[in-house]
């Protein structure tokens, strides 16, 4: 099993731009979400899907959207980035939603760096 | 609403040494409590977890108890070692929600 896996690891964007980060597991967890970490603040929930076709708005979702077309894949979409969209990004997932104690199995990460 | 307090870092230690990082909680209900760990480069990975009151999670020689009166999940290690340099988040859940609500992250740098 590859787990999670994401793309690109870094990438570098003027403001405006759009792009994609890709997620993807191979574990046929249900749920996915996406979060957002910057210095001394944690890790922020960003969107979260419970199954295919299933999508909602975590903490800090402006400016960010999902979707989820099929179970192994949960692409999250930067519509015209900005500088304080800086930051890593984590994809996760688990069997069922985090609330039921669920161990959340992340992915590498991508940096991204908004000029 | 939720929320994960942490020991400020970051934390320096000789190999060796006993660890321990404070993490106190404040939830509605009764969440879940987890340890997960980021080595440099890496995401996140779970090194431990308690879901009720007075379990005791354990892995890799790190323990936390969850303690309810007090509200917290402090972890302790007997002997840190170099492989032991990380990033440690405290994070909780609850049953009605869904994500996890993670403190700030202590950084631990192990010295031979």
């Known amino acids: 099993n590859a787990g999670v896996t994401q793309t690109p690891k870094f990438q570098v964007l003027k403001t405006g731009q759009s792009m994609t980060l890709q997620c993807a597991q191979d574990m046929n967890h249900e749920y996915m979400s996406w979060y957002r970490q910057d210095p001394g603040m944690g890790l922020r929930l960003i969107h979260y899907?419970?199954?295919?076709?299933?999508?909602d708005q975590g903490e800090v979702p402006n400016g960010y959207n999902v979707s989820r077309s099929t179970t192994e894949d949960f692409p999250l979409r930067l519509l015209s980035a900005a500088p304080s969209q800086t930051s890593v990004y984590f994809c996760?997932?688990?069997?069922?939603?985090?609330?039921?104690?669920?161990?959340?199995?992340f992915g590498p990460g991508t940096r991204l760096l908004v000029l | 609403g939720d929320s994960v307090t942490q020991m400020e870092g970051p934390v320096t230690l000789s190999e060796e040494a006993f660890l321990t990082i404070n993490c106190t909680y404040t939830a509605t209900g009764y969440p879940s409590l987890f340890w997960y760990v980021q080595y440099p480069g890496e995401g996140l990975q779970l090194l431990l977890k308690a879901t009720k009151a007075d379990d005791k999670g354990s892995n890799k020689g790190f323990e936390a108890t969850y303690r309810k009166e007090t509200t917290s999940f402090h972890l302790e290690k007997g002997s840190v070692q170099v492989s032991d340099s990380a990033v440690y988040f405290c994070a909780l859940s609850t049953p009605s929600g869904s994500r996890l609500t993670f403190g700030e992250g202590t950084q631990l740098t192990v010295n031979p």
């Open positions: 899907s419970v199954g295919a076709g299933i999508t």
């Open positions: 996760a997932s688990s069997y069922s939603k985090a609330g039921l104690g669920e161990t959340q199995y």
